[in-house]
């Protein structure tokens, strides 16, 4: 069961877009569920870290020190999260709203994201206004199980687990047939980092949204679709105004079957 604490958006006229922020510490399934429900809204899935990943396999001077801090588990500077996250909602794909996967990870970042330091033409008001923030709830055993088992797909990303997400094919992606890989900051010594740094720098945001009476909170221990569909419940109830667009409740299921 989740723990709903949130402020009911007044009924506008206008659908306003919205803005989905997925918190949780490594291998809850931010990545998981946020591309289900970008499926099920219809919205993008920006995920921060497939993006530095990709700025990451440059080999530029920034494209070696990008690798570098991910490898060890390291945050990546503000000024480099900021760009290329700000060039993405540029994107005419989030004129609707957006699903922010990784971001914030610090205070200062839901700050920032508050204060509307990231424009876009899209966004006449500053992004935080229409902010939902979403929390998996998972325990540490079950942090290291899902990372040891995952895998990702080395050209597209999409992300598998060798147990609870087997591809059809071993060692292949689904979509593409290219070759799965180890991320390379699933090593054990680097997850314990990440779960640290995580505690430290990522856990204070949860009151911080609580506060603000935005935070969605949702036991992450349960199979993907459980979760999937107690999350699109939640959130067309409590945004209805602005999911215009979105699937019908009664087609949940097949796009959850669909994507599964
Ligand atoms: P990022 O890529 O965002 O990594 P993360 O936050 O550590 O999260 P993960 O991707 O590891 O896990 P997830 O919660 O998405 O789980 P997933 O769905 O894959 O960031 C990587 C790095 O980038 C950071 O360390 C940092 O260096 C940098 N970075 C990113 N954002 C930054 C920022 N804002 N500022 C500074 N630096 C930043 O699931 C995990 C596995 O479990 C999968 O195999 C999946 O199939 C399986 N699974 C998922 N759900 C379930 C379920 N319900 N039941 C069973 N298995 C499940």
Known sequence: ????????????????PIVIVVLGPPGAGKGTQSSLLANLL??????????LRWHARDESEVGVRLRGM???????????????????IS????????????????????????????KSPFYANNLGENLVALHLRVQQDTIVGRLSGRRICSRCSATYHLESQPPRVTGECDFDGSALTVREDDRNATVLKRLHIYQQETAPILSHYAEKASLLEIDGEQPQENIAQELFMALQSMLRVSMVGAKSARNVQSTLDDNL
């Open 1 to 16: 069961m989740h723990r709903l604490v949130f402020r009911l958006p007044e009924m506008d006229e206008q659908p306003a």
């Open 42 to 51: 219809r919205i993008p899935h920006i995920s921060i870290g497939n993006l």
């Open 70 to 88: 991910m490898a060890l588990g390291q945050l990546v500077p503000d000024t480099l999260v900021l760009d290329v996250l700000a060039t993405r």
């Open 91 to 118: 994107e005419p794909d989030c004129t609707r709203g957006l699903i922010l996967d990784g971001f914030p990870r610090t205070l200062k970042q839901a700050e920032l994201l508050a204060r509307g330091l990231l």
